[in-house]
Structure formats: structure tokens, C-alpha cells
């Protein structure tokens, strides 16, 4: 399984080590993802999900309710 959030659909970007010389050579940012459990009261049921650090963030805010509406409002499924 690859490193995208599931919830907002982060992934990897890339970009350059830039050295003292102003050298460049390429890199890879990774997400901060976690692989959690939440429970789902609609559905009665444990979920499983990777999320990155800032989803984690917005369901502490909102809850896991609506940050799965979002989610599938904006098309990812999970």
C-alpha cells in the first residue's frame, strides 16, 4: 500500500538537497502518516485508516464523522 493519506489524500512530494555550494540533487518529502483506529458510531464499527498528521488535527476538531463526509465529498474513498 503506498504512503497517501487517506482522508485528505496527501503524498509525497519532491523537491532538492540544496548544498553550501548551491549544489542540487533530488529528495523526496514524505508524508507524516499514522495508522489508526477510530470507531464509527453511525456504523457501529471500528475503522482503520492511514492519516497524516494534519488529518489527525481536523478529526480532533471536527470528528471522524464529518472528516469522512468531507472526504468523500471531495472524492477519495477509503
Not at 64 to 78: C, V, Y
Amino acid at each position: 500500500m503506498s504512503r497517501v493519506c487517506e482522508l485528505t489524500g496527501k503524498r509525497a512530494m519532491t523537491g532538492n538537497n540544496v548544498s553550501h555550494a548551491m549544489n542540487k540533487t533530488k529528495r523526496k518529502f514524505s508524508v507524516n502518516l499514522f495508522k489508526k483506529r477510530f470507531y464509527v458510531a453511525e456504523e457501529d464499527k471500528w475503522v482503520t485508516l492511514k492519516v497524516s498528521a494534519a488529518a489527525l488535527k481536523t478529526i480532533n476538531k471536527i470528528g471522524i464523522e464529518a472528516a469522512m463526509k468531507k472526504a468523500k465529498a471531495n472524492g477519495l474513498k477509503f
